[in-house]
DNA sequence: CGGACGTTATTTGTATACAATAACTGTTCA
DNA sequence: TGAACAGTTATTGTATACAAATAACGTCCG
């Protein structure tokens, strides 16, 4: 993707996750070019993009909406998550290098170190997680199925801006990544499974519980 | 996707598949809009999309080239399609209404019959067998689901264009679907997952076999 | 009043011209 | 010969103007 795009891309969702826009707002291209800086032919290239990854949807006349993602999308997502990236853990057991893994302890060990501020840095954590689970996803070696992540992992962060994370869940995290790089270390797929889904579950709940119990979900030009 | 958008894909689509283009062949839009009758910013539009869906590929200066696929590149699309189908098959055998099972017999009757023409009317048996996997895919209702499996889909149909399929495999197939019906109208999700599993891993082998062990894979431009 | 219709304004879709970038080709100089 | 460079050609990226489609509005007729 290129400048112009890119940078609408990014200027659009950032402004999508700033929170100045509501869920089922109306939005036009030439809104967009404007905040952009750019035109409309490479805000129209990030619109299709945001649409994938369903950030923005479209009325079935063509209309653009902010999405609105309903319990159940969350939900959704979540198992997909799930599902895909134990599918990754397995695949990563049986390819990670020595070396990998001993990377893997250096990312692990920046993120406790994050945890250990006070305040813990979450922003640091988030980043150091989000490496981690990218380098087995990658280890994964399997093209299709880290383009099919990296849509839903990025997704949840939407909503995830004013939540607030107990450092119970921070440490719980890292000591999930350790037994991760246990189950690596020993070579053993069905171990890296299994970590990897009572992370991804717990990661779930907490997340659940975070937001509550709201619903929302139907689009207004009619879909 | 608006008229001419979508012309260009199918048409661009067509033409990937009818042979008439190579693996690793270089490809202008300036060709495609020709072709396509189209001017280049709906096939840019098309081009997009079917990157995406990896039949095309840009190099890493943005050149486009038709997508050489390997073994393994086949291999992973079928683990992925038997991995997410599983899952469809687990949430529809929990969710499918008494009439729409009834909808999946007709669909499946309507492939019988299409094996039962000498000769076997592939065609229609492929209509048919599309026709009952999406209705599948469809009361699992999970759309993240359905957007990642519906490229899965109709992607391996490019390698597809000179295989034969042997009356056993037609047969195998609609008796693999018999067995899911039953599953479905007992409502039992476990059975429904792993039918559809052997069902899937069965088809991925025969595929497999008549493909025989090439290769390719390398994209000419560097990437 | 109220609903059907036609008109205007808004928004998305397409074509085209031009700008930026990358590939190619031939030439020069060690 | 062959490696670096310059100029040319080919290809993709962006902006803009215009066409098509859709929504919004007001008016007329019942």
Redesign the pocket.
Known sequence: M?????QAYAKIRAHLLSGQVQPNE?????QLAQITG?????V??AVRRLEDELLLVR??????FVADWSRDDIEEMFSLRQMLECHAAERAAQRLSREKITQLEAVNHALKDAIAQDPPDVARFLEANRCFHEAIVDAADSPRLGQMLSKLVEAPVVLRTARTYSLDDLRQSSRDHDELIAAFTARDPDWARAVMGSHLRRAFHTFARSVGPQTGGAVP?GK
């Open positions: 290129s400048r112009a795009s890119q109306q939005l036009t291209e030439d750019v035109s409309r032919t490479p129209r290239e009325s079935d006349t063509k209309r653009l030009g």
